[in-house]
């Protein structure tokens, strides 16, 4: 596609429900990052990879959450047990290459756990 | 750990008021500078890349300038229109790790 797209847009989730949000980069991207956006901030940094390796998930903010991207492209974000201070947008960017070049990002998925 | 801070916060100007918004950042090793809009509800739309080697870039009515020496950055605004209205945010890419680090934004409104 032209952009990056992340699905689903908007989702509703029962506490202790879990959740799989996901992001399509732009074809041939090499680096895909995962962000947290809550309400009146900017992006908090989740994950990073690099092809198929996760090469920092320092911003994960329990066990709850993990992400991964298996072939290389297509990214899923899971949060298991999700709690009401999950709910945020999470925003997917990806960059052709490993370093120094523009990030180019989703329109997020906003999350609201009731 | 790195820092950005923007200010204003906020800002209110009148249509066609030229305007500048700051983002400063504690950690001078990063690879480039970003500046982003965000309409309410919608994602991340990218307006300037400064790579660390360059002072400034210009898109339009948009300039960007990096000092990167004194972890500072500054976007202006020329003849702002109510078009124009949204949240900027400032982000630098870390040369340590390669991620983005943002600021919290400022939300800009321009009243026609």
């Known amino acids: 596609g032209a952009g990056v797209s992340q699905s689903p847009r908007y989702k509703v989730a029962k506490r202790g429900q879990d959740v799989a949000l996901r992001c399509d980069p732009i074809?041939?991207?090499?680096?895909l990052f995962w962000y947290q956006q809550a309400l009146g901030q900017g992006p908090e940094f989740l994950t990073y990879?690099?092809?198929?390796?996760?090469?920092?998930k320092s911003g994960l903010p329990s066990d709850r959450f993990f992400a991964e991207r298996p072939e290389g492209s297509v990214s899923t974000l899971k949060i298991q047990r999700t709690q009401q201070e999950d709910s945020a947008v999470y925003l997917c960017?990806?960059?052709?290459?490993?370093?120094?070049?523009?990030?180019?990002f989703g329109q997020g998925t906003r999350l609201t756990v009731v | 750990k790195q820092e950005v801070t923007q200010i204003p916060a906020a800002l209110s100007v009148p249509e066609g008021e030229n305007l500048v918004l700051n983002c400063s950042f504690t950690?001078?090793?990063?690879?480039?500078l970003q500046w982003f809009r965000q309409d309410p509800g919608k994602g991340l739309t990218s307006l300037l890349l400064?790579?660390?080697?360059?002072r400034e870039q210009t898109s339009g009515r948009l300039n960007a300038s990096l000092d990167k020496s004194s972890g500072r950055s500054t976007l202006y605004i020329a003849a702002s229109q109510p078009g124009d209205s949204a949240t900027y945010l400032c982000?630098?890419?870390?040369?340590?790790?390669?991620?983005?680090?943002f600021g919290a934004g400022t939300i800009l409104r321009v009243k026609s």
């Open positions: 982000a630098v890419r870390q040369e340590y790790g390669n991620k983005l680090v």
């Open positions: 950690d001078s090793a990063i690879y480039n």
């Open positions: 960017a990806s960059s052709p290459r490993p370093v120094n070049t523009e990030a180019f």
């Open positions: 074809s041939g991207h090499v680096s």
């Open positions: 400064i790579q660390s080697s360059q």
């Open positions: 990879f690099q092809n198929e390796a996760q090469l920092d």
